[in-house]
């Protein structure tokens, strides 16, 4: 790099030089950088009385070889490289920590099948309400609420097998053929298939049977195959008055089975006003 130094001029307009930047009488030419040790002077009214200031020219720019060859965008070094330079966001401790703000519930191994399936859906929609998609994270975040007995039986999965890689599907899978038998499913498959309202109210009626039909989702393959099955279900005296309308949505035939049996106590309970001669409230 060449350094070029401040050359001032004197009152009389001829160029002057400092003691330590020698001129023509130290064998130095203001004019030629090459004669004086690669130096050259320019002028700078800044610095007065024959001092010199020393201006830095740039650098020069830097040549790229012709037989320079880029890495290749797939290299895989440079990959690993990029995925380790990126903070993982959310730590797994942060990550542990929001989790554990929604207050999850536990597992201790209870027996009854409904309490085993109705924690693993809760999990289940704790873990897609955060978004958390990594089979690893959600499978450790699950089992950290497992207690007991269920605690137990994770910890002899793992000694039995590796379960670093374990995706959430096969957690699931593995969760529910020990804690929700096939045996159980099967029969809750066949009281769906057999379900009528009966005594139940319309309320309690469409409880049960979103509950069964979970489990028989291949016997209802549609909204409309839910509806008619839902529709055939119901007390006679209200699927007379709904078959007819010829509802295609399920909800449509459960607001309508619902308005009915309304409209159906409102009319048994004025008829008994009527007969016990108290007031009727419109």
Do not use: C
Not at 93 to 100: N, P
């Amino acid at each position: 790099m060449v350094e070029t130094r401040a050359r001032t001029t004197t009152r009389d307009g001829s160029p002057g030089f400092g003691v330590n930047n020698p001129g023509p009488a130290h064998g130095g030419d203001p004019t030629n950088p090459d004669a004086n040790n690669g130096q050259a002077y320019v002028d700078n009214p800044a610095y007065p009385n024959d001092n010199r200031a020393p201006v830095h020219a740039p650098p020069p720019p830097m040549v790229v070889p012709n037989d320079f060859v880029a890495p290749p965008a797939d290299n895989p070094l440079l990959r690993e490289i990029a995925r380790m330079l990126v903070p993982r966001q959310p730590t797994r401790t942060h990550l542990f920590s929001e989790f554990r703000k929604q207050r999850p519930p536990v597992f201790q191994g209870d027996p009854n099948p409904k309490v085993a399936e109705s924690w693993l859906r809760q999990i289940k929609k704790m873990l897609d309400v955060m978004r958390i998609q990594g089979d690893a994270d959600r499978v450790d975040l699950a089992t950290y609420q497992l207690e007991g007995e269920a605690d137990n039986w994770w910890n002899m999965i793992k000694d039995t097998r590796n379960t670093t890689n374990m995706t959430w599907a096969q957690f699931e899978e593995l969760f529910l053929e020990k804690h929700f038998p096939a045996t159980v499913k099967e029969d809750m498959i066949q009281e769906f298939l057999s379900l009528r309202q009966g005594g139940m109210t319309v309320t309690q009626y469409v409880a049960r049977f979103e509950e069964l039909a979970r489990h028989a989702s291949r016997f209802v393959g549609d909204d409309r195959d839910k509806a008619r099955k839902f529709e055939w279900g119901l007390d006679f005296s209200l699927r007379d008055k709904i078959v007819p309308l010829r509802l295609t949505s399920y909800q449509g035939v459960v607001d309508a089975a619902l308005g009915t049996e309304r409209e159906r106590n409102d009319t048994k309970r004025v008829l008994n006003q009527k007969k016990t001669g108290a007031p009727t409230v419109g």
